[in-house]
């Protein structure tokens, strides 16, 4: 069991990480309305009095350099707030010295030092906060970014130099190449075109390829340096080993084995816990629980959830059990369900009686037919592997989509290998449909992973072959026979549920052109399993619709995926609404 948090633990954490998020919120939103500040500041004209003090001691080019300075700088502090908002360190740095130009140049354009003055008071704001800016940026990118930055800076002070050199006729002033340098850096420096200005269209062109060039070269830059870490390279075969010892001592759930799968990165904690995830945007989605000592649950999430917020990524939890919600909220976290796992009581489980006649009569027909279930122990040969693959090939043709992973195993040879198989075969011997199994997770269950059929099978196939496997897995000493979740099943039925549980109630309605929700929930309600919530667990509201993005594209890899199944809707499903026998 997790560890226990009293009310008034889980209150104070909650004050505390809420106090926090709410803290650099506010200051991002103070940067935020102090770039609108700067804006405004720089299209409104200055005071004649304050101007009459500054001509005493500078030229009008500097004054109108420091004005579009300063425009430039409020888009700037508009564009940081958002990563203020994430932690990010290199939005800190940044932020602090475009507030430091900001007061500068508000002096500069017209001695408004109201706004100098709150440029340098959240300037110091800033600056006594600086602990609470931790998120880093990808270390590689940083690189490239300044890298193109200086690169851009040189490309461009050679083109500019060289421009205004070779093409003086199209301006007003005859340029050498130390005066054609001069105005090049006056343009970075105080945004000063040459004066009086060109006098051709290709003079006009020139200047403004010069300014295109900066601020693409600034913008591209910027976005390399506020970049999350980028997870480059997959899990390395040491960290597999390690994360498959967790599994297999501390695995509870069917998802414990497919954290083991390859499209899956580790992350491990001092507790002896591993939390298997991928990276989709800024997204961390975790598959389930932390695996690991149940004494670990707390301190594991709280750890992930760390690791995250340094890379600038949001952490979340798919698939969660209802007995870890209440860690989940004591560490700040929010909760949505999305299904429920249906568990067959094979103590209970029997083909004998009234209740179960349906499944009794199945049997004995299929048996009547020639049809028999064959039971396959890993490791399973090449020849079985290829026959499979058939099966397999020909279910996926007819869903026009791409399998679905993360949550669910996919058709791989060496997986597929290790792997427990149930196969219906005909009375020619031919394969009809098979299923593959996850056993022993946790040791007194077992869970169906892959299910597959042929497009033209006897009616009444998928349900011999679960039959055959409850009965096998009963004649094993299982307790628990897993047969997945159903996805959106039981969410947002009452009226006090959640707003968006109920919003995902009327979409689980309208689901059925990509895939059979209900008919597949149908089908395993007939064997009267124990349903069991499942929960998604996200940071906070403004979070969920990223969160769900990575959750589908860790599933179908991109939304691209999707496309054949929206152009051409699935005919079939994992169990066949419809069946027709072989002539």
């Known amino acids: 069991m997790p560890q226990s948090h009293s009310p008034a633990s889980r209150w104070v954490n909650r004050i505390e990480i809420g106090l926090e998020q709410w803290g650099i919120s506010l200051i991002a939103l103070l940067v935020a309305l102090m770039g609108v500040v700067n804006v405004l500041s720089a299209l409104s004209p200055a005071l004649h009095a304050r101007l009459r003090v500054l001509d005493r001691f500078m030229v009008l080019e500097v004054r109108t350099g420091s004005r579009l300075a300063v425009t430039l700088a409020g888009f700037a502090l508009l564009l940081l707030s958002r990563s203020l908002w994430r932690h990010k360190y290199a939005a800190w740095v940044l932020t602090l ?80 190449l130390p005066a054609a340098l001069v105005q090049t850096v006056r343009m970075f420096v105080q945004f000063t075109p040459p004066g009086p200005g060109p006098v051709t269209h290709f003079g006009r062109y020139f200047l403004d390829s010069i300014y295109v060039v900066a601020v693409t070269t600034f913008g591209y830059s910027l976005w390399m340096l506020l970049r999350p870490v980028v997870l480059r390279a997959p899990a390395t075969p040491a960290e597999r080993a390690r994360a498959a010892e967790i599994v297999a001592t501390q695995g509870r759930t069917p998802l414990a084995r497919l954290a083991l799968l390859n499209d899956k990165a580790y992350f491990f904690t001092p507790g002896g816990s591993v939390v298997a995830f991928s990276l989709h945007g800024r997204v961390a989605l975790a598959l389930g629980d ?211 549980e109920r919003a995902l109630r009327s979409l689980y309605r309208n689901l059925a052109r990509f895939y059979n929700y209900q008919g597949l929930h149908a089908f395993k309600a007939k064997f009267r399993p124990r349903w069991e919530p499942r929960y998604l667990i996200y940071p906070q509201p403004l979070d969920l619709p990223a969160v769900a993005l990575a959750v589908v594209r860790a599933h179908v890899g991109t939304w691209r995926a999707l496309l054949p199944a929206w152009r051409h809707p699935p005919t079939a499903d994992i169990i066949p609404p419809i069946e027709e026998r072989p002539s």
Request: glycine share 8%; aromatic share 10%; with cysteine.
């Open 290 to 500: 932390p695996i690991g000592p149940p004494a670990d649950l707390a301190d594991a999430i709280r750890a992930f959830q760390a690791f995250c917020a340094h890379n600038d990524w949001l952490a979340a939890f798919y698939q969660t059990l209802p007995e870890t919600l209440e860690a989940y909220a004591a560490a700040g976290f929010n909760a949505l369900k999305i299904g429920q796992e249906a568990l067959v009581d094979l103590v209970t489980f029997s083909l004998e009686g009234r209740a179960n006649k349906e499944f009794r009569n199945v049997k004995n027909r299929f048996t009547r037919l020639g049809h028999t279930a064959v039971f396959h122990p890993p490791p399973l040969d090449h020849a079985l592997l290829e026959a499979l693959r058939a099966v397999s090939d020909e279910w996926l043709s007819t869903r026009g989509m791409a399998e679905l992973r993360f949550s669910l195993g996919w058709f791989d040879d060496e997986y597929l290998r290790q792997s427990p198989v149930m196969v219906i075969r005909t009375a020619e011997g031919r394969i009809s449909a098979f299923a593959s199994l996850i056993p022993g997770l946790p040791p007194q269950g077992v869970s169906v992973d892959l299910m597959r059929h042929r497009r033209r099978t006897e009616s009444g196939t998928m349900d011999f072959l679960f039959v055959s496997l409850l009965e096998w897995a009963k004649g094993m000493g299982y307790a628990v026979f897993d047969l997945g979740l159903s996805a959106l099943a039981g969410v947002g039925e009452h009226s006090d549920d959640p707003v968006i």
């Open 97 to 176: 010295g475009v507030l430091i130009l900001s007061a500068l140049g508000h002096l500069l354009k017209g001695l408004d030092y109201e706004e100098a003055g709150l440029a340098a008071a959240l300037a110091l704001l800033l600056w006594l906060l600086r602990h609470r800016f931790h998120a880093r940026s990808d270390p590689p990118s940083v690189r490239q970014g300044i890298q193109v930055l200086l690169s851009a800076f040189l490309f461009t002070l050679v083109y500019g130099t060289l421009g205004f050199y070779l093409l003086d006729r199209h301006f007003h002033t005859q340029f050498d």
